[in-house]
């Protein structure tokens, strides 16, 4: 997920290792569309069907559902550090008092909670746990969700379900539901709450309705100039420096020309906007997203203790078993991170021929048990995510014999957590050309090695995790060498 503004590097395509330096770029991938005029949209007609997906009414027109959502997410995200959260928390439910305002798939969430005993126990201690085992002492009020209990919980997704996410200048900028749930997916009760397949198939169909909204043109609220609220305003183009120069976009038109919130979040790059290092040289393996390297290790254990301090990587279960695991066991694996503001299209990272392709359901919002202290989960619990989360798998076959057989591993880690793979088996790629994207949300990427493959990395494995210096997508991060 990676919440910080990061420092980028700058490649030309060269051949030798990638120098630090100052040139940025962040963001993500999507087409250009516009919005000729701004107007009220009826939910009886807005493509597809949001109304139907989430339950509004279909007399009811999107603009008066989204100022009742919108006063009351004011309210959730008011400045604790003014007003206490007891208060807050009130002031919500006097908004929406009882359940009706719920809409259906959150009301599914509730009567699951409240008609599963384990569920419903889960559901109460996770909040005493973080009550009783997560002190707020030197928090920053701002940075506190004060989320006291699961109908507090359901009204924030409730709220957040129905609009984009805002842009804000602190670390949770565009993860409104990974704020609410951040303190109890810490919990020891939350981790096993986050980890059922019961709590996990109904996150996926609020979260994939959520996806419906986010890919409509009445997602274009939030992309506009609006100090700490816009996208496009000056505090959130200095995260997302070179914008205009790097992606396809056009000022002049409304909403920088994007039909919709998703449209933006997988904005794609200008043509030559990031040259694919050592085109011709085969050798040469180049960063599959635009990301900061989290960890790099050696001699990867076919099953291990993915759990426990440290999280060691488990081939086999990053890799759902797949019969092709067997072929790195004991091998390299890379991964690095991206923040919600990078460019979250993926690229591969060698020419060869796609061997084979799968997409793996997984988890959603679970943390690492030895994790309790992140400040901003799940990014402290990346290794762990590689084994439970949604995640896909492309295998290719490089070109060059001497790396053979990889596997890269995308990984969505908050919000949404979609993978969308855009490749098929048989198909061959150039280097730097696309394989797929990550939908909205917090991500992560894996690239795997086999055994015999002798590679010479240009990241300092001391700084891995550390330096949250941003290597560009297509810059050269590693060297193959004769096995």
Request: with cysteine.
């Amino acid at each position: 997920m990676g919440c910080t503004t990061s420092r980028f590097l700058e490649h030309e395509g060269e051949c030798t290792p990638t120098s630090y330096g100052l040139k940025g770029s962040t963001g993500q991938s999507s087409a250009v569309y516009s919005q000729s005029e701004d107007r009220e949209i009826d939910l009886k007609g807005s493509p597809p069907c949001y109304s139907s997906v989430i339950g509004i009414s279909k007399e009811t027109s999107y603009k008066k559902e989204a100022t009742r959502a919108r006063s009351v997410y004011n309210l959730c995200h008011a400045d604790f550090s003014r007003t206490p959260p007891k208060e807050q928390v009130d002031a919500t439910r006097n908004i929406q008092s009882g359940t009706s305002h719920l809409l259906p798939l959150i009301q599914e969430f509730k009567v699951m909670i409240e008609s599963d005993p384990q569920l419903f126990m889960l559901f109460h201690t996770m909040f005493e746990e973080a009550e009783s085992e997560l002190p707020l002492d030197g928090e920053d009020p701002k940075q506190n969700p004060h989320v006291y209990d699961y109908r507090t919980m359901l009204e924030r997704l409730n709220v957040s379900i129905q609009q984009a996410p805002v842009f804000t200048d602190s670390l949770w900028a565009g993860f409104p539901v990974n704020f609410t749930l951040s303190r109890i997916m810490r919990t020891r009760s939350g981790q096993v709450a986050f980890l059922s397949d019961k709590v996990n198939t109904q996150l996926k169909k609020i979260l994939d309705a959520w996806t419906v909204f986010l890919d409509s043109p009445e997602s274009v609220h939030v992309l506009n100039d609006q100090p700490n609220q816009g996208w496009f305003s000056e505090a959130a183009l200095k995260t997302m420096p070179h914008f205009v120069e790097d992606f396809e976009c056009d000022p002049s038109r409304p909403h920088y020309g994007y039909q919709s919130w998703n449209a933006f979040f997988t904005r794609p790059l200008r043509p030559g906007a990031r040259p694919v290092a050592c085109p011709e040289d085969n050798s040469v393996i180049v960063n599959a997203c635009e990301s900061s390297p989290y960890r790099l290790a050696f001699n990867v254990q076919a099953t291990d203790s993915f759990w426990l301090k440290g999280q060691p990587y488990s081939l086999n279960h990053m890799l759902a078993d797949d019969p092709l695991a067997t072929q790195f066991h004991g091998g390299t694996i890379f991964q690095s991170y991206l923040s919600q503001f990078n460019y979250h299209r993926w690229h591969s990272p060698v020419s060869g021929r796609i061997v084979k392709t799968h997409l793996q359901p997984g988890s959603y919002f679970s943390n690492a048990p030895m994790d309790v202290l992140d400040a901003i989960p799940p990014n402290g619990s990346q290794p762990y995510l590689t084994a439970v989360a949604t995640r896909a798998m492309i295998y290719i076959e490089a070109d060059n014999p001497d790396i053979g057989l990889l596997c890269f591993l995308p990984v969505g880690i908050a919000e949404v957590s979609s993978c969308n793979i855009a490749v098929v088996v048989g198909q061959r790629v150039r280097k730097g050309e696309q394989l797929g994207t990550f939908g909205y949300g917090g991500s992560t990427y894996c690239l795997l090695f086999r055994p015999q493959t002798r590679l010479e990395f240009d990241i300092d494995v001391s700084k891995a995790g550390k330096d949250p210096t941003n290597i560009l997508v297509n810059a050269r991060i590693a060297k193959a060498t004769r096995s």
